[in-house]
């Protein structure tokens, strides 16, 4: 069941997010539409999160306790494991109905949204003027895609930094529970984190235009990195909590934005170098969503092993000092370091404003070139007919 749930989302996301390329040719409106894209994904997040939250939060699922010492001669521990299991079966049924609501509510919400889309969008078919008659088989726009260094640049460095954050999301729960000890306020400072940043999407958008893409994803990504070594080195407390959670926010919004940004002007850079082989734009798109996905299956991967190895008890009051420190190292140490991996990989992307700039206007020179071609075609044409 989650296999086909995935396949279904993949369906929509790798047409959704490929429709950048076909709605202008402009590269600034391009940015324009990636950034109001990631805007409303954000904010999609943070109504998913908000509803998830106001209907599961209503349930009442208590931590478990350690079990008092045993004591054979009264069978305390025996009666306690019964007495446990009992509420935990009262308490997960509960759980799970909510879940279930939540569910419904956030899926009915993802069909409306789709049927917007796909009523209230169109495509413009002159986007595609240069492409081909006869376009390459998928196999070979697959490989041609695959040998085009910008493009695998890209998506490496987009690779390490999107594990970097989702190992932070996926652990910054369980590390505020536990070893900062607010239990109560964890969904506070996620949806803090959240907030940050669909607010400062618009920011990075000016940001990029204004200073450049490489080198907004090198302040906007790197941001973080003193803030996720501070909230592991000073003692709890919540305002420096929430200060890192903002700061957070506003380096997630530049790791998810601007490497998407940064992907058509990529595909203008393919179009120019292979001219005869259009129409791979679904390929370039696609790959990036599964990179995306696995990033997210390896954080989850990763998270979920060594916790176990730690000896991480499920919805336990209080955890072992190992469990801690993995946590520690899975929202500071683990993130810092593929982000500076990521970093020197987006170092080696070569695509800078004066190739784009240089790449817009080879392109505007192919398509008045075709136009003029084709307005010359038809003239002979009319003639002809006379």
Same mark, same amino acid.
């Given at each position: 069941? #989650?296999?086909?749930?995935?396949? !279904? ?5 790798? &047409?959704y997010s490929a ?11 391009? !940015?324009?539409?990636? =950034?109001?894209? $990631?805007?409303? #994904? ?19 699922? *208590?931590?478990?306790?350690? &079990? ?34 939540? =569910? ?33 088989? @998928? ?6 895609? $695959? ?24 652990? +910054? ?6 070893? %900062?000890? +607010? ?21 990075w958008h000016w940001?990029?235009?204004? @200073?450049?893409?490489?080198? =907004? ?8 990195? &003193? ?25 997630? =919004?530049?790791?998810?934005?601007? *490497? ?23 390929? @370039? @798109? ?7 996905? +696995? ?6 991967g990763i998270s ?15 955890? *072992?000092?190992?469990?801690? +420190?993995? %946590? ?6 683990? *993130? ?16 800078? #404003? ?8 080879? %392109? ?23």
């Amino acid at each position: 069941m #989650e296999s086909l749930r995935t396949s !279904d989302a993949l369906c929509f996301h790798v &047409p959704y997010s490929a429709l950048t390329m076909f709605i202008s040719r402009e590269q600034s409106e391009r !940015d324009s539409a990636t =950034a109001y894209r $990631m805007t409303v #994904e954000v904010l999609g997040t943070v109504l998913g999160t908000a509803i998830q939250g106001q209907i599961v939060g209503k349930v009442d699922t *208590p931590c478990i306790p350690d &079990p008092p010492s045993i004591d054979i001669a009264n069978n305390s521990s025996v009666a306690w494991e019964e007495l446990n299991i009992t509420h935990d079966t009262g308490s997960l049924t509960d759980t799970r109905n909510a879940y279930m609501i939540a =569910a419904g509510v956030i899926g009915g919400i993802y069909i409306l949204c789709a049927v917007i889309l796909f009523l209230g969008v169109r495509e413009r078919r002159e986007s595609s003027e240069l492409q081909s008659a006869e376009q390459a088989s @998928f196999f070979e726009g697959l490989k041609l895609v $695959m040998k085009h260094g910008p493009y695998i640049k890209l998506i490496t460095g987009f690779l390490f930094t999107s594990l970097a954050f989702m190992l932070l999301e996926g652990n +910054f729960a369980l590390f505020c529970t536990y070893t %900062l000890g +607010f239990r109560n306020e964890f969904q506070n400072i996620l949806l803090a984190i959240m907030l940050s940043a669909t607010l400062t999407i618009p920011f990075w958008h000016w940001f990029l235009t204004r @200073f450049g893409k490489k080198t =907004a994803v090198y302040i906007g990504i790197s941001s973080a990195t &003193p803030f996720l070594i501070l909230v592991v080195t000073m003692e709890s407390n919540l305002i420096i909590t929430y200060v890192v959670a903002v700061a957070a926010g506003m380096s997630v =919004a530049a790791a998810f934005l601007l *490497p998407w940004s940064m992907l058509p002007d990529v595909i203008d850079d393919f179009n120019l170098q292979y001219p005869d082989s259009g129409g791979h734009e679904a390929i @370039f @798109f696609s790959f990036y969503v599964f990179f995306t996905k +696995f990033a997210s299956g390896v954080s989850l991967g990763i998270s979920t092993l060594s916790l176990d190895i730690a000896g991480y008890k499920t919805r336990g009051c209080s955890q *072992p000092e190992e469990v801690n +420190f993995t %946590l520690k190292m899975l929202v500071s140490a683990a *993130p810092v370091i593929l982000i500076i991996l990521g970093l020197l990989l987006f170092k080696l992307y070569p695509i800078d #404003e004066e190739r784009r700039r240089k790449n817009k206007k080879a %392109l505007q020179d192919l398509r008045d070139e075709e136009s003029n071609s084709s307005t010359e075609s038809d003239s002979t044409e009319l003639g002809s007919i006379v």
